[in-house]
């Protein structure tokens, strides 16, 4: 199945920035619309943001909208999440994750059918004075 490895977690002070990398192995995401997802001590996990390569739309979680900026680089099957602003309750593992479009038609779709099945190990963000 689709490999995925997260990159670029680390800690950061309030109101810094980090950008994480979702990059694949072994196949394209040309079809596949790639989530990002977090959960934090003690929480469940979250669905933060989405790009699907159907059309190019995204989702954003309403407590990043404004901050967080998912893009996708399809020269290296890779998609980023730049994080801006970053406060403490952004403290979390961040996941990325697959859905094939085959199976669902965009972001929205994926997430609301929870046709996110292929993931990434994860990468530690940390936000912290």
């Known amino acids: 199945q689709l490999q995925l490895v997260e990159s670029g977690g680390g800690l950061v002070q309030p109101g810094g920035s980090l950008r994480l990398s979702c990059a694949a192995s072994g196949f394209t995401l040309d079809f596949y619309a790639i989530g990002w997802f977090r959960q934090a001590p003690g929480k469940e996990r979250e669905a933060v943001s989405c790009?699907?390569?159907?059309?190019?739309?995204?989702f954003y979680a309403d407590s990043v909208k404004g901050r967080f900026t998912i893009s996708r680089d399809n020269t290296k099957d890779t998609v980023h999440l730049q994080m801006n602003s970053l406060n403490p309750e952004d403290t979390a593992v961040y996941y990325c994750a697959a859905a094939h479009l085959y199976f669902y038609s965009d972001c929205n779709n994926a997430l609301g059918r929870s046709g996110f099945g292929s993931w990434g190990q994860g990468t530690q963000v940390t936000v912290s004075s």
């Open positions: 790009i699907s390569s159907s059309d190019g739309s995204t």
